[in-house]
């Protein structure tokens, strides 16, 4: 670990030097200023506060309906300088003049005029004319000048009342020159521009270059030899796991938390699990209405939703509280856990999480609040927007204030579960799988502030550095192995394993999992203005993060052998069939879906298509969601009256929700991103994000193809609700108790 980490920051230092330079002025060689460095950086904020990464995406970051705003500047610029070239004839030129033609374009966009002495970027007055031509498409857009304009903002399911002023988008325009100027500028002294010419563009020369390729294939060589020695070991090792797994006083002939104290503390944790239920229906409605906008673009069935929340604030929060509530779930559990790791109640731990609680509803009304202000134009563009309104990065939109504040929250939960476990640490014997869980409880509480090490003003290459730690290391990774260590001990409490056994099987798993999912991270980063060698490491770890989730079939056979064993483990039947479905989503979003778009070939002509949402939809709630409702099955075990269960509602909302995801992913989501590829491939990138492709008729048959799985999700996601309100409040009987339970 210490390897992969000090090898992605070293690699993390090199961006930092090799970023793409924001130049002091952008010139025409007859001396006209097109931009400052100025207009660059608040053109930026303006992108931020319109939602950033949430209306449309840069470098490929960001949100579907909308263009990639720096692949769409790029070619629009390359057929305006076309046009300038050729004065207006080309289209009717002989095909040697179109080549001449050609050639002298992708010299014009490809040479490097950044004069590091000056740091001014000098064009020629043609390029200048057709920059101008190419800012004038987009301020008409962003200030809704014609009814041309308005219509186009329909298809791009832009707020129609919310347009930005005269001098806010001419800034705007700069940031957008800027980054597609970085992805045609060839590097100094290399062939290949600051993005590894991405994005697809034939007119301007960009296309996969040779590194590409060859890291591509690599990385399919270290995935087939990965698995093949990974199966080797398991098929070597899987008899003596099997023979030791049992524990040393035999499997539990009874439910061994039957009986266990529910302290105040933990049964504080209840209202945790309530807002995890609200959150959880919150979010899916609102990827109804955001999946639906790709339709209408401003409204839903009719009704004028975009007036009041436009695609880019149902998109915000629908990212944002997947994030919060499978969050919240794990975490909850952590609470919930703890004093039953460590046998007692330390003082004052329910007080603190109680405060916990209280903090974590203010971050979310206040950041939602800030979000819906900042995208609506009621937030000043600048400090006030990036503190308490849209930060503009996804899954990070939240105003740094909020992100702080929940850093603190999340350094007080670290403390209240070590609090918890601390008496466990103690004990001689059986500690290593209660460290292990420790340790997972600090890495969370520490790396959600990677996301504080990029600032208002940082360079976009930086910000992706470090965002990417946060969505990649910090959920994707982390987590995971929280969820792992802690599923696991409750297991050896439960007197289900061998405590070393367990032990030994998480730290083998968080071993393979981080040793490729820490350098992984860079295959997010390959695109983002970052040096070549990014590719090289990217390609072959995310390939290695695959390799273990092709042995989940020895996993579920593993499992199968410790539940259901007695008749006990029936009540708990559904948490162990979510954990289950966890394995099965592992396999098909992160693994399948996952080095589908991995590999640096594939995610040129993929990055930010539906590809992406198919992979982030599989693996997000189909992994870490399904983990977070099984968590959340297993705490109310003991938060509520077992014999009141319903398990004809679990059953309903499993099968639901599974069913529902699948047929989301294969009917819809999946054929789109192969048809935007296709787009991608034969055409060019611009094209496969444009509203020409995106309405087109067989896009729109797509969209609506996720109707029918989306009403089975909703059926889950209703019947889940439904036990869980039942569940809180219904009556409790165990020991006579007449009263619901206190959610205090």
């Not at 053109?43 to 939602?51: F, K, L, N």
């Not at 040779?210 to 899987?238: D, K, M, N, P, Q």
């Not at 483990?569 to 989503?585: D, I, K, M």
């Not at 319903?646 to 995801?661: E, M, P, V």
Request: proline share 4%; hydrophobic share 50%; net charge neutral.
């Amino acid at each position: 670990m210490a390897i992969m980490f000090g090898t992605l920051l070293y690699f993390g230092a090199q961006i930092y030097h090799s970023k793409p330079p924001i130049p002091s002025a952008v010139r025409t060689v007859s001396g006209q200023t097109l931009y400052t460095s100025e207009d660059i950086q608040r053109g930026q904020a303006v992108w931020q506060s319109t939602g950033g990464m949430q209306q449309g995406s840069i470098w490929g970051h960001g949100s579907y309906v909308a263009p990639d705003w720096s692949a769409d500047w790029l070619h629009r610029e390359a057929v305006a300088l076309r046009g300038q070239l050729s004065n207006g004839r080309y289209e009717t030129m002989p095909e040697p003049d179109q080549a001449r033609i050609g050639a002298i374009l992708k010299r014009e966009m490809r040479t490097n005029s950044f004069d590091p002495q000056t740091s001014v970027i000098l064009v020629s007055d043609q390029r200048a004319a057709a920059i101008s031509a190419t800012a004038d498409h987009f301020e008409g857009l962003f200030t809704n000048r014609t009814p041309a304009d308005q219509h186009l903002r329909e298809l791009y399911a832009m707020p129609q009342n919310a347009a930005l002023s005269a001098d806010e988008a001419h800034a705007l325009t700069g940031f957008f020159f800027w980054t597609s100027w970085a992805a045609a500028a060839q590097r100094p002294g290399e062939a290949i521009s600051y993005t590894s010419n991405w994005p697809h563009e034939p007119l301007v020369g960009n296309a996969p270059t040779g590194a590409i390729f060859l890291w591509t294939f690599v990385s399919i060589f270290v995935l087939l030899a990965g698995i093949g020695g990974l199966v080797w070991y398991y098929a070597r090792e899987f008899d003596v796991w099997r023979r030791d797994i049992e524990p040393l006083d035999g499997f539990a002939t009874t439910d061994l938390f039957e009986g266990a104290v529910i302290t105040p503390s933990m049964r504080a944790t209840a209202k945790y699990f309530f807002v995890v239920t609200a959150m959880f229906f919150a979010q899916v409605l609102l990827g109804i209405v955001t999946a639906h906008y790709a339709v209408e673009g401003q409204g839903l069935y009719g009704l004028p939703m975009a007036e009041y929340f436009p695609y880019a604030v149902t998109r915000t929060w629908h990212t944002q509280l997947a994030i919060l509530w499978i969050a919240t779930a794990w975490l909850a559990t952590g609470l919930y856990v703890a004093p039953l790791l460590g046998g007692r109640e330390p003082r004052f731990q329910r007080l603190g999480v109680n405060f916990l609680f209280i903090s974590l509803l203010v971050i979310v009304v206040g950041s939602f609040a800030g979000e819906w202000m900042a995208i609506n134009r009621h937030l000043a563009v600048g400090t006030i927007n990036f503190w308490f309104g849209h930060q503009g990065y996804e899954y990070l939109d939240l105003g740094r204030f909020w992100q702080f504040y929940l850093f603190v929250g999340l350094l007080l939960w670290t403390a209240l579960v070590l609090r918890g476990v601390w008496p466990a640490l103690r004990e001689k014997g059986g500690r290593s799988l209660v460290f292990l869980v420790a340790i997972a409880t600090v890495s969370i509480g520490l790396l959600f502030g990677t996301g504080l090490f990029y600032g208002q003003h940082a360079h976009i290459s930086v910000m992706e550095y470090w965002r990417w730690w946060v969505v990649h290391l910090w959920v994707e990774g982390i987590f995971e192995v929280f969820a792992t260590a802690i599923v696991s001990a409750l297991f050896v409490k439960m007197g289900l394993v061998r405590a070393s056994v367990a032990a030994t099987s998480v730290l083998l798993a968080t071993i393979i999992f981080l040793a490729g999912g820490v350098l992984g991270t860079f295959h997010h980063l390959y695109f983002a203005g970052t040096p070549t060698a990014v590719i090289a490491l990217g390609a072959v770890f995310s390939a290695l993060e695959v390799v273990p989730l092709m042995v989940v079939g020895f996993e579920a056979y593993n499992r199968a052998k410790f539940e259901y064993r007695h008749d006990w483990q029936e009540a708990y039947r559904w948490p162990f069939a979510f954990f289950s479905a966890v394995l099965v989503w592992n396999l098909i979003g992160a693994g399948l879906f996952g080095f589908f778009i991995n590999p640096p070939l594939a995610l040129y002509y993929m990055q930010g298509l539906n590809t992406t949402a198919t992979h982030a939809h599989a693996a997000l709630f189909g992994v870490y969601g399904m983990l977070g409702i099984g968590l959340t099955l297993f705490c109310m075990r003991g938060l509520s009256d077992p014999s009141r269960w319903s398990n004809r509602l679990l059953k309903t909302s499993f099968w639901c929700l599974n069913i529902g995801l699948a047929m989301m992913v294969f009917l819809s989501l999946f054929p789109q991103g192969l048809f935007q590829t296709y787009q991608s491939f034969t055409r060019d990138y611009a094209y496969a994000r444009s509203a020409e492709v995106i309405h087109s008729p067989l896009m729109q048959a797509l969209v609506w193809m996720r109707v029918p799985g989306d009403l089975v999700f909703t059926v889950g996601v209703v019947a889940f609700t439904i036990f869980m309100m039942r569940a809180l409040f219904g009556r409790d009987r165990r020991n006579d108790l007449t009263a619901v339970p206190d959610l205090a």
